[in-house]
């Protein structure tokens, strides 16, 4: 089946640093999404990207839908201490909501 | 306040027993879904359910089956046949549902899942 390359697959930060991660597919995608999940909870929708070349906004985080269509990224500028968590990008090309995609997810933690 | 309703919360079962998890939407969503999460795997999809007593496999069905005689509720039960049945279970569901005229977009609201432990 289809599967999202999501990268990195952990990361430590330092309050204040800039974060990045993206997610590759080898098939096109319709739309591109940004979830988090927060330890012991379920994922929360930050960005849904419909558009190639689309560039949204969500407060410090930023994602793109890459023009391909096969790829995304996702940037939190001035990471905080509750930026901690799992971010997974999920790909979705329409039709039966079956055909969700999920990456592997990266894990974000502080730095000790 | 609107949400997805996961319980319990916590559950430990012994081998051989089945176990039903409970899941509960007052967004007044058509279509409701099952996710397993193992560490490092991301989430892969057991069931779905787009309307009303109808549901699909999703990539990982076999050991588990659902019903869906309310659109508020979509409970998983998970069999002797899984084998590997410890895992956070996750529920979700979408607006959208059956129809050409709904627009799809994959957005899911998610519960506070539910951790299977089999001792």
């Known amino acids: 089946g289809q599967q999202l390359n999501q990268s990195p697959q952990s990361m430590f930060i330092q309050e204040g640093e800039d974060v990045s991660m993206n997610c590759t597919s080898s098939s096109i995608f319709n739309t591109w999404l940004w979830y988090k999940q927060d330890p012991g909870e379920g994922p929360v929708l930050l960005i849904a990207l419909y558009k190639a070349g689309e560039l949204t906004s969500n407060g410090r985080l930023t994602a793109q839908f890459g023009i391909t269509r096969k790829d995304s990224f996702l940037n939190i500028s001035a990471s905080i201490p509750s930026d901690v968590g799992i971010y997974f990008c999920?790909?979705?090309?329409?039709?039966?909501?079956?055909?969700?995609?999920f990456g592997k997810g990266t894990k974000l933690s502080v730095k000790p | 306040d609107g949400g997805i309703t996961q319980s319990p919360k916590y559950l430990f079962r012994k081998e051989g027993q089945n176990v039903t998890l409970s899941c509960e939407q007052n967004l007044n969503h058509d279509a409701m879904y099952w996710y397993r999460q193992d560490p490092g795997q991301g989430l892969r999809l057991i069931y779905y359910s787009q309307i009303v007593n109808d549901f699909q496999k999703g990539d990982i069905a076999e050991g588990y089956s659902v019903s869906r005689e309310k659109k508020e509720s979509f409970p998983l039960t998970v069999t002797s046949a899984q084998k590997n049945p410890t895992a956070f279970y996750l529920c979700?569901?979408?607006?959208?549902?059956?129809?050409?005229?709904?627009?799809?977009?994959?957005?899911?609201?998610f519960g506070e899942g539910s951790r299977l432990t089999v001792l």
């Open positions: 979700a569901s979408s607006r959208e549902g059956q129809g050409a005229w709904r627009r799809t977009t994959g957005e899911l609201f």
């Open positions: 999920a790909g979705y090309y329409g039709g039966s909501q079956g055909n969700l995609i």
